[in-house]
């Protein structure tokens, strides 16, 4: 096994080169594997107009956006999903108190997160954000 820096000759248990301190082959390799990513949960704003028994939940899990909002007669609720790999962009619709989250897949699909804070709104757009370029 090489450096695949510099070339230099590396012994199979060696993590770094000796020599320029690049990541062996094998380490590097071992590192793609991508590691399972948090899920994330976040609730609609529940003293901001949202319903206090159902808050709206969206869940943001290693490969998918899952919105579960209740229903208009507050018995269950619809959940809709979109795949990392379908979303296009994400928008914040910044309303007076609170915050919708728009977001766009590469099919007709959209999906509006409605009446979430602003503050958990930042966050959703960053996690998911970061999920697309990865
Ligand atoms: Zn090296």
Do not use: H, W
């Amino acid at each position: 096994m090489f450096c695949s820096s510099c070339g230099n000759k590396l012994k199979e248990s060696d993590n770094f080169c000796s020599s320029c301190g690049q990541k062996s082959t094998k380490n590097t390799i071992k590192t793609d594997f991508k590691e399972k990513l948090e899920t994330f949960e976040f609730s609609s704003n529940i003293l901001l107009g949202g319903n206090i028994l159902t808050p709206d939940r969206l869940v943001i899990t290693d490969n998918e956006v899952i919105y579960k909002k209740r229903n208009k007669y507050l018995i269950g609720v619809d959940e809709s999903s979109i795949p990392f790999s379908r979303i296009s962009s994400i928008e914040i619709d910044r309303k007076l108190i609170d915050s919708d989250i728009l977001i766009y897949s590469t099919g007709n699909q959209q999906l509006k997160v409605e009446d979430f804070s602003v503050g958990d709104a930042k966050k959703i757009k960053k996690i998911i954000e970061s999920r697309l370029q990865s």
